[in-house]
């Protein structure tokens, strides 16, 4: 049953990190996306770089943040997510009331991770040898021959991102509309609204400092810079 009427109570579910490492991703993803073309491939450039910065932030995040931000709350692996898509259609507010991602949300999670930081990664190897004549900054270091395939990797890899970005967001408004779950306002506000039968639940999440997130995402900031810097000046 899907209690309409039942009593809800807002909790906290996301902490300032996770979303900030969100909504910047799609900001970056987006930018990257749009300026690939050869007049703004150097805002292109910055676009992968902050990609890059975001998705190692992400990974230290996943091992030290806040307990439902953590690798191992949410990766339960591919038979877990199949068995939680297999009850969903008759799902009870039960099945999502996990206090982070459920188990398919958690593998297109580490899905979406792995890709975009392959493209952010192949990028630093692209060339564009056209027009502007612009080569990633790690294209002088490898074999032309391994460049080349970085660089196909690259063109063919915005693919997958597409398709995994689609079904990430059919499957947030498919929760929305179907489900009567929002998702989504979560991920901006950081409360959500639950039946009052678990939101206890919730009150066992443990919440790191979000100055500690900040202070980590400068840090993979800096580390990146500090990488590209070199890299472009050897
Ligand atoms: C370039 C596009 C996008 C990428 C690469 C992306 C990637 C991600 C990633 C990596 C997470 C996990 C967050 C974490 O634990 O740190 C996530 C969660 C989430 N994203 Fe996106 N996202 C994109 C666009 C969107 C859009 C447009 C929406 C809204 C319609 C959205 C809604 C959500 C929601 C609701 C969650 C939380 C799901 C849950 O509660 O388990 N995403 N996304
Ligand atoms: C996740 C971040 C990134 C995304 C989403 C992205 C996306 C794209 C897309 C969609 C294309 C066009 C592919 C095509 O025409 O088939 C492209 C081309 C290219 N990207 Fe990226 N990219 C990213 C990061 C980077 C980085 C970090 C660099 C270099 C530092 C880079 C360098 C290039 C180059 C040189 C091209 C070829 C441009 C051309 O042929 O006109 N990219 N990228």
Redo the contacts with the bound molecule.
């Keep these: 049953m899907h209690g309409e009427n039942a009593q809800k109570i807002k909790i906290r579910q996301w902490d300032f990190p996770v979303r900030l490492f969100h909504w910047a991703l799609v900001v970056?993803?987006a930018t990257?996306?749009w300026t690939?073309?050869?007049a703004i491939?150097n805002i292109?450039?910055l676009?992968?770089?902050t990609?890059?910065t975001l998705v190692l932030f992400r990974i230290v995040w996943g091992i030290v943040g806040s307990s439902n931000a953590r690798f191992k709350s949410f990766v339960k692996g591919p038979f877990a997510a199949l068995s939680y898509l297999r009850k969903l259609p008759k799902g009870s507010e039960e099945e999502l009331a996990y206090t982070g991602h459920n188990p398919a949300g958690g593998l297109m999670v580490i899905v979406l991770l792995v890709l975009?930081a392959v493209?952010?990664v192949t990028?630093?190897f692209?060339?564009?040898n056209t027009f502007l004549f612009?080569d990633?900054?790690l294209v002088k270091y490898v074999p032309s021959g391994f460049a080349d395939t970085m660089n196909y990797i690259?063109?063919v890899n915005?693919n997958l991102?597409y398709i995994a970005v689609g079904l990430h967001v059919t499957a947030a408004i498919g929760y929305l509309f179907l489900k009567n779950e929002n998702l989504i306002g979560p991920m901006i506000t950081g409360s959500r609204k639950v039946p009052a039968s678990i939101a206890a639940r919730f009150a066992t999440i443990k919440f790191k400092s979000a100055w500690l997130g900040v202070l980590i995402l400068v840090v993979c900031g800096a580390v990146v810079a500090g990488i590209i810097t070199l890299a472009r000046a050897g």
Excluded: D, K, R, T
Aim: hydrophobic share 50%.
């Design positions: 970056a993803i990257a996306w690939n073309q050869e491939i292109h450039e676009a992968g770089y990609v890059l975009v493209q952010a990028g630093l692209a060339s564009e612009f990633g900054p690259h063109h915005i991102i």
